[in-house]
């Protein structure tokens, strides 16, 4: 993840513990780029006559929402009011494409009529919530894009939360800034911010810190945010910039292939080398199944002190490594008493680099236990010890229900499901991929179905597994009963 990277691998133990989730600077903030209740349609409300967004919060029912547009729609053309009234009554109703398809043909018949044009970037504004509830990516990018070339502040937004967790950086960044220009803009801004520290983009962290200070001192933010919270947010970030700045002072640097690996003194020179060539070598396997990494995309790992390691990462206490634009291994770590060796530092480095390869084909579309599998298997785990691991902590008779927990971020988990999770997802994968004829062939079919033809995956699982959850994949091949 380059956020590429907005995004943790978190590896826990030294002995296969790993993670892969939304990074804690970004979470809350990008959150509030792509939740319906953060974005309620700021353009909308304001006259009696327009739409108000409020879209369904379940993914089966669509809810009625709270529309504020008046049934006196004034109109010069008849036809155009009529238009409106039906495409109010549709909106009312949740059918958001509906009342789209009426408001289209309002706009034909009056295209100057800007009242229109506003309800229709709110009524796509709702569709392309609803899209997103139901996992249609593709059609809710779609939905999104056309409300924001209507000139709706809150599709801008959603576009761009969407485009970050779906490792599109530049374009996300595009529109972040268009937004952040308006001077009244925090949240916009404050993920900006978190991007830049993400990368190490030092400079344009502390020109964005700057803005933020100055927007904070502008009457019109201050009635409409929390000050309070936007200056902890503030003083948190300029902290962890002096730290980033005063930490990468003496970074030294291995490349090779293309591939940086930072360390801090010359006795890490060894280890900087070993965990280059084993991030060469896992690209290398997964260029197979992929394709060649995207130009936009690079693989860098720092090589981090373990005193520094948490406070640098904001990783989970059971992490062993991070992702979170770099592969961020702590280095002088002991297990039981003894250091942490080359050996698996470097099989660290492999499942992490899993994590950063698959984030810039397919950004966060994928849940935690695609990624956390594929991550087990090209990191060289043994599928044995997955089986032991899971029938050590939940036993025979409770392998039947699996945790919802797999679907989410292993980060978010309680600590005493981090281990089942993992050894879930590897066994999962695994079988999975002898079904479909070796991890290459399987995968390669899976991703490119998801991630380059966007289509969504509980239909690519139906279609290639006859299976569309992962519960029932479980259960095809580890029912108990069947055992």
Known sequence: ????????????????????????????????????????????????????????????????????????????????????????????????????????????????????RRNLGTALLALGFFKLQKKEVAEAETAFDESARLGNQDARKAL??????????????????????????PDSLRVLIDLALSQDELERADDLLNRMTEMLAKPDVAQKSSISELMIFADARKKRLEQKRNFL???????????????????????????????????????????????????????????????ITGAPPWAAAVFDGYIRIPVGRTVSGRPVGSEILQRLAQHETTHAYMYAFCGDVLPSWIGEG?????????????QSDLMRTIGRKAMQNIEPEIERPFTEARS???GRLYA????LVNAMSREGG??????????????????????????????????????????????
């Open 1 to 116: 993840m380059r956020k590429q990277t907005l995004f943790l691998a978190v590896a826990g133990t030294a002995l296969g513990v790993f993670a892969w989730q939304l990074s804690p600077l970004l979470q809350l903030a990008v959150s509030r780029l792509t939740s319906p209740e953060q974005n309620t349609a700021t353009t909308a409300g304001s006259s009696p006559q327009e739409f108000t967004e409020d879209t369904p919060k379940k993914e089966s029912t669509p809810l009625p929402t709270t529309p504020a547009l008046s049934e006196k729609v004034v109109a010069k053309e008849n036809d155009s009011a009529e238009k409106s009234f039906d495409a109010y009554a549709h909106f009312q109703m949740g059918n958001y494409e509906g009342a789209i398809n009426q408001l289209r043909a309002a706009m034909k018949v009056s295209p100057q009529n800007e009242l229109v």
């Open 160 to 185: 761009a939360g969407l485009k970050l967790r779906q490792g599109q950086l530049e374009p996300a960044r595009e529109l972040l800034e268009e937004l952040s220009k308006t001077g009244s803009d």
């Open 249 to 311: 002072k003496v970074q030294d640097v291995v490349t090779r292939q293309g591939i940086e690996v930072s360390y801090s003194s010359a006795e890490l020179r060894p280890m900087a080398d070993a965990v280059a060539r084993s991030i060469e070598d896992v690209q290398n396997r997964l260029s197979q199944m992929l394709g060649p990494l995207p130009s936009h995309a690079r693989l860098r790992a720092w090589l981090v002190p373990t005193n520094d390691f948490n406070r």
């Open 374 to 386: 594929l991550a087990q298997i090209y990191e060289g785990r043994n599928i044995s010890q997955s």
């Open 416 to 418: 005493d499901l981090v």
């Open 424 to 427: 879930r997802s590897h066994l």
């Open 438 to 483: 070796g991890v290459t062939a399987t995968w390669q079919r899976i991703l490119s179905s998801v991630c380059v033809q966007r289509r969504p995956l509980p239909e690519v699982l139906q279609e290639q597994f006859t299976a569309g959850n992962v519960n029932d994949l479980w259960m095809r091949y580890f029912n108990p009963s069947e055992q």
